[in-house]
Structures are given as structure tokens and as C-alpha cells.
């Protein structure tokens, strides 16, 4: 009832940029919160960024100062762009929304926490 897709993952050198792109579609009344989280092999998906409706964002320590959050209210897309990429930013991305949406056989409002499939992104020389 609601999809999301990421767009922009691939492979960068370490010091590079890479643009990370998520649309959210379907029956959508508003979106809350968006955001981007990553998991590495083996480990635990952490948050990268998060950026309310309002504007307000928020970043992950290792990220912090390399990562800008962004997004566009009026298309339900959010972005994230990764500056000086290191080898440690090596994950799958995985985007997220808080989302007030109509379910389709009931047709009532609610809200739910839907992600996207998910993005490579690899740093390596």
C-alpha cells in the first residue's frame, strides 16, 4: 500500500561521493519522519540520517559532517548525500519512512514504518 524505492547505490572509491535517492508511492496522506539506515555484514542495521517533515535532522556519529539529508515534501522523496566516503561506509542502505496512509481494503487512515529494498553501496579502491 505504500513502496518505497532507493535509487544510486554502487561502488566509490574512498574519498569519493555517492547521491542516495528513495521515492515513497501509494496511498499516502503524509509522511513523518524519513530516513536512511545501513547494514554491514554481519552487524546490526544502525541509523545513517534522519530528517522530520519539518526539516529537523539528525546523524549518526561516524557520518556526521560527510552526510546531508534532504527531502522534498511535496514528491515523498528523500536523499542522502555521501561525501568522502570511506571504506567503513560499506553497506547495504536501506531507506525509511513513518508514513499516515489509506489502507486499501478498509479504506480507514493509518500509520505505519515502511522501508525500501534496499541499495549497495560499496567504498574500495
Known amino acids: 500500500q505504500v513502496q518505497l524505492v532507493e535509487s544510486g547505490g554502487g561502488l566509490v572509491q574512498p574519498g569519493g561521493c555517492l547521491r542516495l535517492?528513495?521515492?515513497?508511492?501509494?496511498?499516502?496522506?503524509?509522511?513523518?519522519?524519513m530516513g536512511w539506515y545501513r547494514q554491514a555484514p554481519g552487524k546490526q542495521r544502525d541509523l545513517v540520517a534522519s530528517i522530520s517533515s519539518g526539516g529537523i535532522t539528525n546523524y549518526g556519529d561516524s557520518v556526521e559532517g560527510r552526510f546531508t539529508i534532504s527531502r522534498d515534501n511535496a514528491e515523498n522523496t528523500v536523499s542522502l548525500q555521501m561525501d568522502s566516503l570511506k571504506p567503513e561506509d560499506t553497506a547495504v542502505y536501506y531507506c525509511?519512512?513513518?508514513?499516515?496512509?489509506?489502507?486499501?481494503?478498509?479504506?480507514?487512515?493509518?500509520?505505519?514504518?515502511?522501508w525500501g529494498q534496499g541499495t549497495q553501496v560499496t567504498v574500495s579502491s
Open positions: 525509511n519512512a513513518d508514513v499516515v496512509y489509506r489502507r486499501t481494503i478498509s479504506n480507514l487512515r493509518e500509520r505505519g514504518d515502511f
Open positions: 535517492s528513495c521515492a515513497a508511492s501509494g496511498n499516502i496522506f503524509s509522511i513523518y519522519t
